[in-house]
């Protein structure tokens, strides 16, 4: 057992990562670019903090190479990569050199008694749950939130900076910020979800209209924000976007792909509004409301006023 | 491109007392995003008037997703034929993609999609990438080529980043690239007519370790959600809305 190596390009996922990584091994790595990086994560209680050192700034995804030699040159067990879209690609390549198995977004991982792996992960967007095990080397990628960031009083873990090659074949011309609304509905009680089927410009005050009355947050579904431009992309929920945990998810015009129901599978209770009766939300939802929401989002708005 | 051919996932029978799935009696189709995928690299081999071709891995029944691919767009298919019962993990299919794409000659540009709808493991594409020895951009929303030179809009969470790279390149997409027209009647017969080819795995003559999955699937259990369903359908809108305010105040979840 040579121990875990955990890496995020974001610190904060890093640690997070550390705190998975110590309920596994009792030997944990971090591996994070640049000295800012390594000042928070000598904190995590980790082993070591291996910074990654090249000239310039290149970006996170040209030290694969650089990770994936760090891996192989210390006999590593396991690799835990936060998995953001930078991170899957980054876990991915690494685990293509080092020709090993790779498990993305993981839900549970476990060190199996004769040195195998196992780790959960969904299939068909959360319409099943698969376990995989492996033996040898392996790449974990790990969604954040998953675990509280490891902070261990006094620790002051020893750094280790190494000087890497990198890979500047890919060059960054700019980067620019999408409109962001800052909302975080990881935490919100109530949510109100916008989608397709009331997703006209006009529509968008019904509903914000109704989060009013609710006091909830607005979420969408993913062509709500991505294809349509309606809502920030922060606000919609899924696989590929926000998981929700509210008291309450209330959709309106949302058909209910698993791709989609999956962000909100904890909500304690569900309410779904489409016209159409056979609409997949139905199935996954706790009231069934079956109509237009043009018509019934204002009178449920009145109807919730008209309790306070 | 590369694309794979899913079970439905809408299609899944899971049972609910052992939650055990049964996909035998789910239709089969182009993994949803794939169709975005086609049609972005159709629009990027016409603008540098290159072939198009569809590349796949799968089980026999691929083939009817060959004829799908060819009508969306794709000038010709090479369908890699999975051995029956064996199970191919991200790591043998990157190697399966790479040696086909190393037998075709002169590729410039590898389009796959970020996930696929079944594993959605933001993997296929970043391995093949990095077996092929390309530079690797991901998760595209934009893209274009110049010359020799790719240009490509990255979505990184909140932030857009434009990059840009040499060819040959692996790129991987996101839904938005491109639009998933349906394929007309003058697209579906045309697709009678294009080239398409089936390559058992064993004609690639990679290594044992090559085809043999990093991973063991050890079990496969299906979602059952348990939820009331109840359902409000009769009766004029107000009666709803009373039904589900009552409901939803016995339930505590109103403030
Ligand atoms: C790999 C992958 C990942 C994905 N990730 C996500 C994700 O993270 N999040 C996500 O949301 N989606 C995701 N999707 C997309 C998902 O599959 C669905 O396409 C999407 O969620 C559908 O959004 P929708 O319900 O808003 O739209 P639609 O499916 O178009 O549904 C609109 C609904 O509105 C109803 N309707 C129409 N008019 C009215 C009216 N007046 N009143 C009431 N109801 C009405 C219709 O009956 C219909 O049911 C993903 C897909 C794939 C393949």
């Keep these: ?291 237009d929401a043009h018509e019934i989002v204002p009178l449920l708005a009145a109807a919730v006023r008209a309790r306070h | 491109m590369c694309f794979k051919w899913v079970a439905a996932e809408g299609e899944l029978r899971v049972d609910p007392a052992t939650r055990a799935v049964d996909a035998s009696s789910a239709r089969r189709k182009i993994s949803d995003y794939d169709r975005n995928t086609i049609e972005a690299a159709r629009v990027a081999a016409g603008s540098i008037g290159s072939e198009l071709v569809g590349l796949t891995f799968g089980g026999p029944d691929a083939r009817t997703g060959i004829k799908d691919a060819l009508a969306r767009g794709v000038d010709r298919a090479v369908h890699v034929v999975a051995d029956e019962g064996a199970r191919a993990d991200g790591h043998v299919t990157a190697h399966v993609l790479a040696a086909q794409v190393r037998r075709l000659e002169d590729v410039d540009l590898v389009l796959c999609t970020e996930g696929a709808s079944d594993t959605y493991a933001h993997e296929t594409g970043p391995r093949l990438g990095e077996l092929l020895g390309w530079p690797v951009v991901t998760n595209v929303r934009e893209l274009t080529v110049e010359g020799r030179t790719l240009r490509a809009v990255r979505v990184l969470g909140a932030d857009l980043e434009t990059v840009e790279c040499d060819l040959p390149a692996l790129v991987t997409v996101v839904p938005e690239v491109a639009p998933a027209p349906i394929p007309g009647l003058r697209s579906v017969l045309g697709a009678a007519k294009k080239p398409s080819e089936q390559v058992p795995v064993a004609d690639l003559g990679l290594p044992a370790g090559a085809v043999t999955a990093r991973t063991t699937v050890t079990s496969f259990l299906g979602y059952v959600a348990a939820r009331r369903r109840v359902v409000l359908a009769d009766g004029a809108a107000q009666d709803k809305v009373d039904a589900l305010v009552a409901g939803l105040a016995q339930d505590g979840v109103l403030r």
Aim: charged residues 20%; contains cysteine.
């Design chain 1, 1 to 291: 057992m040579t121990g875990i190596y955990v890496f995020s390009e974001d610190p904060r996922l890093a640690a997070e990562l550390a705190t998975t990584a110590a309920a596994l091994a009792d030997e944990v790595h971090v591996v994070c670019l640049g000295a800012d990086a390594s000042r928070t994560l000598t904190a995590t209680g980790a082993t070591s903090v291996v910074v990654l050192e090249a000239a310039g700034a290149p970006r996170p995804e040209a030290y694969v190479a650089a990770l994936a030699g760090l891996m192989r040159d210390r006999g590593a067990d396991l690799l835990l990569v936060g998995a953001t879209v930078t991170g899957w690609e980054v876990g991915a390549r690494v685990a293509a050199l080092l020709d090993s198995a790779l498990v993305s977004e993981a839900s549970v991982i476990t060190a199996l008694p004769d040195g195998a792996w196992q780790a959960e992960r969904v299939m068909y967007a959360g319409g099943a749950v698969q376990t995989e095990t492996w033996s040898g080397p392996g790449v974990v990628t790990v969604a954040p939130g998953r675990a509280v960031a490891a902070a261990v009083p006094g620790s002051a873990s020893p750094v280790e900076v190494v000087a890497v090659d990198v890979d500047t074949r890919v060059r960054v011309v700019s980067r620019t910020a999408r409109v962001r609304s800052g909302v975080d509905l990881a935490s919100a009680a109530r949510v109100v979800c916008v989608g397709m089927g009331l997703a006209e410009p006009g529509d968008l005050a019904l509903a914000g209209d109704l989060a009013d009355a609710l006091d909830a947050e607005v979420a969408c579904t993913r062509p709500v924000a991505e294809d349509r431009g309606l809502l920030p992309t922060e606000r919609y929920i899924g696989i590929s976007g926000a998981h929700v945990h509210p008291d309450l998810y209330v959709g309106l015009g949302v058909s209910g792909q698993v791709q989609h129901t999956v962000g909100f599978r904890d909500a304690k209770v569900v309410v779904g509004i489409n016209t159409n009766p056979a609409a997949p939300l139905f199935a996954v939802c706790d009231y069934a409301v079956v109509g």
